[in-house]
Each structure stands twice: as structure tokens, then as C-alpha cells.
């Protein structure tokens, strides 16, 4: 209303500032929601390859005017079924990738996914990116909810991530050193119930 009624020049930067801040308050108050609403995860049997497949592919539409290089080592998931639910993996994996490209902050960078089933039993999905890494001061605190060194991050993001893979009886691990980018480690049972 201000906007609309306004002919006063002065005020227009306040009213972009007052904008600005509306659409951060309601980045915040989505993520919480989500957050406050996670549900239990409704399993099906799923190809991992092809959800991991699509998360990539979403990601790099989404960061395409980048010049960053992605690269795929994920084949030997291509005939694997595991028992997730695809929101939530869709959810986790898209996440992750989204803060390897947030990471690279400009300069040209390299992700790679790396996928593979171990012992039969357990799919290792690594995310591996050289961006700026996380200070080791930070690591023990990257799950936490509200914790954030992104201007703008609402510190949702990781700990949804973590709560996401504990329902799928899962791990999740973040090795890292500043300056020399970070490796996001999943590990996922293919099976929902031991």
C-alpha cells in the first residue's frame, strides 16, 4: 500500500529494503514449517539411480548460468531398489547439491556424486565439492537447527537433511577443511525395517 500511495523518491529505497526483508521473513517461516512438519517417511520401493539422476539434473538447471563441471560416478545404482521415500530422498539430495554449488561462491568448481551399494545392504551416496569448505570449528555444529554462515540461510537446510535420513535409519557425514571444499557423506539401508 505504502508502494502504490507513495510519490515520495526518498522512500523508495526503504520500501525495496522493507520488501527484501518481507521475502527473507518468509524463506524463514517456510523452512520452520517444514521443519515443524516433518512426517514419517511413506516407503516404496525406488531406483536410487533414478532419483539421484533427477536431483543432478534439477540442480544444474538451477545453477546454469554457472560454468561449474558436475560429474556423474553413480552407474553401479542404476538396477538397485531400496525402500525410501522419494520426496524426502528427493528432498536431501537436492539440498546437498544446492550447498556444493553455494559453496564454489563465483569461482569455476567441481562437484562430483559418487554412488555405490555396500555389502549388499547399504547405499553410500558422496557428494564431493572445492569450494570453501567449512572451519573446523564449525563442523560439530553444521547439524544444528538455526546454525548458518549463509547470508540468508535460514540454518534449516542440513539439520532437515539429518532428520530426514535418521527416519530412514540412515547416517549422514560431513568431512571438511576450509578452503579445500567438503565431502557429504549418506549412507541409506535398502531396506526400510531390519
Known sequence: NIKKKSNDP???????SIERK????????????KYARIKAPAFEKERIYEILNDCVETTEKRFRKRKDIISRYY???KNVLAEVDQLQIKQ?????????YQSLKGKK????VEGSLIKGQTIE???KDNGSGIPSQFLNKVFDP?????????????AVCKQLIELHRGEIQIDSQQGKGATVTVK???KSKK
Open 109 to 112: 568448481g567441481t562437484i562430483s
Open 22 to 33: 518481507l521475502l527473507d521473513s518468509e524463506a524463514i517461516i517456510d523452512s520452520l514449517l
Open 10 to 16: 526518498t522512500l523508495k529505497d526503504n520500501i525495496k
Open 125 to 127: 551416496v558422496k557428494i
Open 188 to 190: 541409506l539401508p535398502i
Open 146 to 158: 538455526f546454525f548458518t554462515r549463509k547470508s540468508g540461510g535460514t540454518g534449516l537446510g542440513l
Open 75 to 77: 552407474s553401479s545404482l
Open 92 to 100: 536431501i539430495f537436492t539440498n546437498l547439491l544446492c550447498n556444493s
